[in-house]
């Protein structure tokens, strides 16, 4: 069983109704695109708002593994394993 920890940020998190989720599947390989395909499949309007929609910006969200950066032209490549932790978020920038 591989099961991960999804933390989503501000306003992503208001589309799923929780800021955190536990995703379980029942082997490997399990991939960040993977994680993301089931987001859209059980919250409908997260595929909207990790697109930027109402944001006036196209994908503004970052993703990272255990802290890792990861572009999402990685995601399908990107391998998790059991206990791993995704975390999606817009990067503040402020001074």
Do not use: C
């Not at 995703?23 to 960040?32: D, I, Q, Y």
Request: aromatic residues 8%; without cysteine; hydrophobic residues 45%.
């Amino acid at each position: 069983m591989i099961r991960i920890s999804v933390k989503l940020g501000e306003p992503l998190w208001r589309e799923v109704g929780a800021r955190t989720l536990q995703m379980e599947w029942p082997g490997a390989p399990v991939t960040l695109v993977d994680v993301l395909r089931r987001l859209r499949k059980d919250h409908p309007g997260f595929g909207a708002a990790f697109a930027g929609k109402g944001l006036n910006a196209d994908h503004p969200y970052r993703l990272f593994v255990n802290a890792r950066l990861v572009h999402l032209d990685k995601a399908m490549s990107t391998q998790l394993e059991d206990g791993d932790k995704v975390y999606v978020f817009i990067p503040v920038v402020g001074g």
